[in-house]
């Protein structure tokens, strides 16, 4: 008999890692798991599941991520079709019931592995319809791994690369936001993946005037990287900083034991993929992107 809660502490994201940990081809968010369970989406626990089986093992779990707008979910793969569509079920109720709320939105998505066909089918039967081909806003992704290649790029003149420091928290909020033009990212949630981090490798640029130019996260686990999030301003690009700093941060990741180093990006965006692929990324799975639409 399948049992399911509310999120309720620092413990439960523990068992949630441990899920994906256990089933890491089912799963596209792994290493920077930390990231995302950082996020204020936890401080809203309603939007937070947890299910268990009869040895109150748990056996998956579905967080609505409002800063996101994306339903992140694992289960044990043995559980089959049924748990999943549970999982839908109730991530399709809660989005309904927080809709006018400060952490509701008018659609959701989830992002699949194209060759996760039960997964694309239990979606599909769920409402939730591919965006790689529609007319508008067309969107999908692509999971890259570096390759590596012995290429060095230079640092422009007068610009620093380092740690980020715990009183630069603010500064970086002000650099994501602007990069991504979203509020999305808090302070509280900078400061919360500071004490989850490795900070050798929380990089950013500093320019020239002392102002905070760049930023490049690597996270790692055990022998493995990943690149998540990173960001140039607009007032600094076309340096080459953006190369100049993945460089460096994927250094950093080495010298820290990762042998196989990910980044997870939009397909669409030239720029950023081209940024990737001219450091040695490339792509080793197609993620596509479905969404669900409340009125």
Known sequence: ????????????????????????????????????????????????????????????????????WFIDYAFNPERGDELHQEILTWADEQAKKIINDSTGHACWFVSVFLNQKNHIRNLEKAGFASQTNVAEDAWSKVFMQWKGFPKEFPKPDGYIFRPLRDDEANAYVDLHQSVFQS??????????????????TDMVAVAPDGSLAAFCIGWIRNDEGQIEPM???????????????????????????AEKIYVETDN??????????????????NVEVYRKDYE
Do not use: C
Request: proline share 3%; aromatic share 12%; net charge positive.
């Open 1 to 68: 008999m399948i049992t399911h809660r509310t999120y309720q502490n620092e413990a439960d994201k523990k068992l949630m890692r441990e899920l994906v940990y256990a089933f890491p081809e089912n799963n596209l968010h792994i290493l920077d798991l930390p990231y995302r369970f950082s996020s204020w989406s936890f401080d809203h626990p309603e939007n937070t599941r947890l299910w268990f089986n009869e040895k109150n093992e748990l056996v998956a779990w579905a967080v609505l991520q409002t800063p996101f």
């Open 231 to 257: 960001g140039v301003s607009k007032n600094h690009r076309k340096l080459g900083l953006g190369q100049a700093l993945l460089a460096e941060t994927i250094k950093r990741l080495q010298k820290q034991g």
């Open 268 to 285: 669409f965006r030239d720029a950023a993929l081209q940024l990737y692929e001219s450091v040695g990324f490339e792509v080793i799975q």
């Open 183 to 200: 509020k999305n990212m808090t302070l509280e949630w900078r400061k919360r993946t500071l004490q989850v981090h490795n900070s050798e």
